[in-house]
């Protein structure tokens, strides 16, 4: 089956934030977007787009969240946050020390994408053991479900939002960014939006997201 | 080798440019370029030593990689000081590795340097710290041990950890007085005076008192409440809510957070946030949209809540309230506010930050410059600000290591 392919519809652009250069992780709390720039999670609301607080913690890579927590991968580990305090309540292994990129929460795991191996795992988020790996064939960035589905960002020369069949890793249909314009971290809000890390743009942008075509 | 390059060499060596450029002043071979450069940045002619190392560095282009490299290194090195941050690092790091495949592994290591303290005065750093990390400092000369250490100080302090800022600045003073290098001690003394200048004042009640660097560290770590004036932000432990861009919602935080365990007055509050000198039924309907949003921003952190009088400030967890301020009030503090955190910003950005105009942060810019409290590097709009707590690049040149056949 050929995926359907559409461009996405980025319905609109937040940043770049001074002092913040780098977008890695996004995830969102159903309150504020939290993103990664390295040295800080930040704390942004989605209807102005303002920095509301920020954990000093480092945040190099993938963001997710669980409900109650925050997820944060970090140089080949992924910290569990207390959003509350910022404190590091545990910390698991990550699959790889240096291509971890995007991170998901769903269904008690989590899933993580490596962006040179062209990977999703799915782990146990205790352990950090692997359950399941799906294969892509684009660099994978951000990881995000919506809705039982599972969507990943891609970026290598160009950049799009992919919804894949989470067993079999085939792409079902896809998003292509305007040229120059790619994704790092990715979430939805569980709802109609997306939103997408710019990554060294130093942008957060809101993608709409297609209606199911089911 | 020739005599007379052997002769300039060894009179740059020796401190003495002018012999040196007797010796070849006129030569326009690479070797001779190349001695008349760094002649010429010993004698503080950086426009002129640039100039003679570009020619140098053509002139031995890539058939003589090693000369070649060591002229883009002493380049790098003279765009530095002349605070030229724009200079493409990528060619210094193509050329640190040409140098430690052909054996020159000190300039080597000078290179990885130069790196590291571009990354450091930018704000960079991990990257200033992962660099460092590449080289050992035990086998080095003294100079560079001190530069070494000088950078691993410039990092921990910038991120407030102020025991191994010490300590590092322990192993640059031995290294720097085993160098005999006056200019050098100097500057790590320099650097050391800092850690024993009050920094901030502590406000807490109705008790004020200057404290140092370490005290800074010890009471963001407290887990207290802490209204921070220099970087205008309330925090709590790793919490932080910026409100550098907000500055009425600033003044009222401030001011709630000096009358804590009291409340303050509304009459109070509208003079620190709109320094109304007279107030109207307008105002008070102002100070009541201000304070709900306040009370939005730090309700992770407190409540702000209403008393017959005005507001009280209420932490969660009944933590105490504490107040960071300048040692002395700024009048520029929104623009410091934002440079404190070592960033290098331009000042189109702290404008767009602060919500004011570019204008106004230029005036303020020029005020802290003149007062040795911000500095600058790069020209027109490439030019960045920084925090002059952010240690910057010394004119302590090590050309001399690039000699030829040295």
């Known amino acids: 089956m050929n995926p359907t392919t559409s461009p996405a519809d980025i319905i609109g652009e937040f940043g770049p934030y001074p002092g913040n250069a780098q977008v890695n992780g996004v995830t969102y709390d159903g309150q504020v977007v939290w993103w990664a720039s390295n040295k800080r999670l930040n704390a942004m609301d989605p209807a102005s787009g303002e920095i509301v607080r920020f954990l000093e913690v480092p945040a190099h890579a993938g963001t997710a969240y669980d409900g109650k927590h925050l997820y944060q991968v970090t140089e080949g580990h992924i910290h569990k946050i207390n959003p509350e305090t910022g404190d590091i309540l545990s910390t698991i292994p990550a699959p790889s020390a240096d291509d971890s990129s995007g991170l998901a929460w769903a269904e008690g795991s989590l899933w993580i994408g490596q962006y040179e191996g062209r990977k999703i795992h799915q782990l146990d988020p205790q352990t950090g053991a692997i359950l399941r790996t799906i294969t892509s064939n684009r660099m994978v960035t951000g990881v995000t479900w919506a809705d039982g589905d599972l969507w990943h960002g891609t970026w290598d020369d160009d950049s799009e939002l992919r919804r894949i069949d989470p067993h079999s890793g085939e792409v079902l249909e896809s998003l292509t960014m305007p040229e120059g314009i790619g994704i790092s971290g990715l979430e939805s809000d569980g709802q109609d939006r997306f939103f997408c890390g710019g990554g060294g743009s130093g942008k957060v942008r809101v993608v709409r997201r297609p209606n199911k075509k089911r | ?406």
Request: net charge positive; proline share 5%.
């Open chain 2, 1 to 406: 080798m020739d005599s007379l390059i052997t002769a300039a060499a060894s009179a740059l060596a020796a401190g003495d440019p002018l012999r040196a450029l007797n010796c070849v002043a006129l030569r326009e071979d690479a070797p001779a370029l190349a001695l008349r450069g760094i002649a010429m940045a010993q004698l503080g002619d950086l426009p002129q030593a640039q100039h003679l190392l570009k020619r140098a560095a053509r002139v031995f282009g890539p058939k003589q990689p090693l000369a070649h490299a060591r002229c883009v290194v002493a380049q790098a090195e003279i765009a530095f000081v002349s605070r030229e941050l724009g200079w493409p690092v990528k060619e210094l790091a193509s050329a640190q590795v040409t140098l430690k495949q052909n054996g020159d592994a000190l300039n080597a290591v000078h290179a990885c340097h130069l790196q590291a303290r571009r990354s450091l005065l930018l704000g960079q750093l991990d990257d200033a710290e992962r660099l460092l990390g590449t080289v050992d400092p035990a086998p080095l000369p003294p100079i560079r041990r001190a530069a070494h250490e000088m950078i691993l100080a410039g990092i921990a302090m910038q991120r407030l950890r102020t025991v191994p800022a010490r300590e590092a600045l322990a192993r640059a003073r031995e290294a720097a007085h085993l160098s005999r290098v006056p200019a050098l001690k100097a500057e790590v003394a320099a650097a050391a005076q800092r850690l024993e200048t009050p920094v901030a004042r502590h406000i807490i009640g109705d008790h004020e008192r200057l404290i140092l660097l370490s005290d800074v560290e010890v009471l963001l770590a407290s887990g207290t409440l802490v209204v921070d004036a220099c970087r205008r932000v309330v925090r709590r432990g790793k919490v932080v809510i910026p409100l550098a861009s907000r500055a009425v919602l600033f003044a009222l935080a401030r001011a709630l957070a000096g009358a804590w365990p009291n409340d303050v007055c509304r009459t109070d509050l509208l003079r620190a946030a709109f320094q109304a000198k007279r107030v109207d039924e307008s105002h008070r309907a102002r100070l009541r949209v201000e304070i709900g949003r306040l009370r939005q921003l730090l309700r992770p952190l407190a409540d702000v809540q209403a008393t017959p009088q005005g507001f009280a400030l209420r932490p969660r967890n009944d933590v105490a309230v504490n107040v960071l301020a300048w040692p002395v009030e700024e009048e520029h503090g929104a623009v410091l506010a934002f440079l404190a955190d070592g960033e290098a910003w331009s000042s189109s950005a702290l404008a767009l930050a602060l919500g004011i105009s570019q204008r106004t942060v230029q005036r303020s810019l020029d005020v802290l410059a003149e007062e040795g409290k911000v500095q600058w590097f790069g020209r027109a709009r490439a030019r960045r600000w920084t925090a002059s707590s952010v240690p910057g690049f010394t004119t302590i040149m090590l050309l001399p290591t690039l000699l030829p056949g040295g």
